[in-house]
């Protein structure tokens, strides 16, 4: 009897004594949630999760169009995430190969243009010629008159025909024209409670996917926490292209398993998982068709609303391919009337030499452009820099 008594205590007691040293270690295990900062906390990436590469689904689901229910699930990256992930080229890098590249595509503008102010005599039919070139660079007619008129009255007033400084004169007024007065910040202040919130807009096949993967890549580079939305619920296979970019940086993605989800929920659902995993940014991708205006309204609309019950939406990029010209204009008239667009993403300018395109949208928009797409590759984005750009344009 006295035995099992004594028997009983001690099991008791090492009961006690285990159940004492196993809480102090998980306590010291948790790490105290720090007030969200600019800086992700360790343990807000579910490590074994990324490691192991499965899914982390969310709780939740999402209305699809057909009524029924489908599950949001955070697409964390597949690859390990120490050696597999790429390294994005440094911007610094990345801006001389850009701008090499631009030059490249807009060589017969400068060329001619810089041709025709040294000559001898510029007589009407030069100005008419000058005139010319600026239109079919797609500068617009309202700025191609400012900037040949000021050019004329100046080589009048300085008789110059020195084309070193004729091409000052031409790069000077240019620049006017680009106005490097424009906010050009395309990442918003951070926030002391949640991530920034960006979301891109534009219509299909202008490059909304790739250049949030682009723009994924330069703020990882950045150091910045990133988390993709894949609120393109309309064409298949954007989610997964979006995934994929997300992935090989190291990015997880939220998205539905069900095309044709409601994209509002989508993005609900990425801004919430952003908010949990205290990241920097979240980046939401939309689809943009663009032919039933109505309906395009609607679901912009509801994602710019639905998304702000958590958060404001910081920035709206606006996607525009610098290949389609007056083309591109109209299709920004429409958007910059839905949403509140505060900065527009020209694309495949490596593809055109229609440089002066960034003049006439911003003209038009009275939004600056902030970032450039020269290229099909991961890191063929680069930040708009208006200098850098005018000196491209007349170096050919
Ligand atoms: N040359 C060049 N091609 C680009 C550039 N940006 C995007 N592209 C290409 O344009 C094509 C369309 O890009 P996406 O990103 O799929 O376009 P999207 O706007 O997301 O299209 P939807 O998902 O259909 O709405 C792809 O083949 C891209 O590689 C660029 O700056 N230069």
């Not at 891109?200 to 890549?217: D, E, F, H, L, S």
């Not at 702000?308 to 525009?320: H, I, P, S, Y």
Request: charged fraction near 25%; hydrophobic fraction near 45%; proline fraction near 6%.
């Amino acid at each position: 009897m006295t035995d099992s008594l004594l028997l009983t205590i001690i099991i008791v007691a090492v009961v006690v004594v285990v159940g004492i040293v196993a809480t102090a270690f998980v306590a010291k295990g948790r790490k105290p949630r720090t007030p969200y900062t600019t800086e992700r906390d360790a343990d807000d990436v579910p490590s074994a999760t990324v490691a192991g590469g499965e899914t982390d689904t969310l709780e939740g689901s999402v209305a699809t169009t057909d009524g029924t229910d489908a599950p949001v699930g955070v697409v964390e990256p597949e690859a390990p995430v120490a050696p597999a992930l790429d390294v994005p080229e440094p911007v610094q890098g990345r801006l001389a190969r850009l701008r090499a590249r631009l030059t490249k595509s807009n060589n017969m503008f400068s060329k001619g243009l810089l041709a025709l102010l040294s000559q001898d005599s510029i007589d009407e039919d030069v100005w008419d010629e000058i005139e010319e070139t600026l239109l079919l660079a797609d500068l617009g007619t309202e700025p191609t008159l400012e900037l040949v008129d000021a050019l004329r009255e100046r080589v009048k007033v300085e008789g110059s025909r020195d084309p070193q400084r004729v091409k000052a004169m031409l790069r000077e007024e240019l620049l006017k024209l680009v106005d490097p007065s424009l906010d050009r910040t395309y990442l918003p202040e951070p926030h002391p409670d949640r991530p920034s919130i960006i979301m891109v807009v534009g219509v299909n096949g202008v490059g909304k996917t790739t250049t949030i993967g682009k723009m994924a890549r330069v703020l990882v580079a950045e150091d910045k926490d990133v988390l993709l939305g894949a609120a393109d619920t309309f064409r298949a296979a954007a989610a997964e292209q979006l995934a994929t970019w997300g992935d090989r940086v190291g990015v997880p993605t939220v998205r539905s398993e069900i095309d044709g989800a409601d994209p509002a929920s989508v993005a609900f659902e990425a801004v919430s998982a952003g908010i949990d995993q205290e990241v920097d940014i979240v980046m939401i991708d939309t689809a943009g068709r663009l032919q039933n205006k109505v309906g395009l309204m609607d679901e912009l609309g509801k994602i710019k609303r639905v998304v702000e019950k958590k958060a404001t939406v910081d920035e709206v990029l606006l996607v525009l391919d610098a290949t389609t010209g007056q083309n591109g204009l109209s299709q920004a008239k429409v958007f910059s009337e839905v949403v509140n667009v505060s900065g527009i993403v020209l694309t495949k300018l490596d593809g055109t030499a229609k440089g002066g395109i960034v003049v006439a949208i911003q003209r038009q928009l009275g939004v600056p452009v902030k970032l450039v797409g020269l290229g099909e590759g991961p890191d063929d984005l680069a930040p708009f820099d208006p200098e850098a750009f005018v000196d491209a344009l007349l170096e050919g």
